[in-house]
């Protein structure tokens, strides 16, 4: 591929090349500007998709407390 663009550009003229450098440019540009933006929301969507997981284990958490914590208070007043 090195080859032939090299090639390709030996025959161009200098304001062919300049044209040619200016339009690879802003086409890369654009496409790492898509790219990175693809990139932010497929990380934000994973972060909000992991925080719900988190707060869902912490209510889980909470809820099997009150249950530990009702369960000892029941059996503590069995036990007098």
């Known amino acids: 591929m090195a080859k032939k663009f090299t090639a390709l550009r030996a025959g161009m003229t200098q304001a ?3 044209n040619a450098d200016g339009m690879a440019r802003q086409m890369l ?3 790492s500007d898509q790219e990175l ?3 932010a929301d ?3 969507g994973a972060a909000d998709r992991a925080a719900s997981a988190i707060d869902d284990a912490k209510a889980f958490l ?3 407390n009150k249950r530990i914590a009702s369960m000892e ?3 503590a007043k069995k036990a007098v």
């Open 16 to 18: 062919a090349l300049e």
């Open 62 to 64: 909470a809820a099997s």
């Open 42 to 44: 497929a990380a934000k």
């Open 73 to 75: 208070s029941a059996a």
């Open 37 to 39: 933006g693809a990139l």
């Open 29 to 31: 540009s654009d496409e």
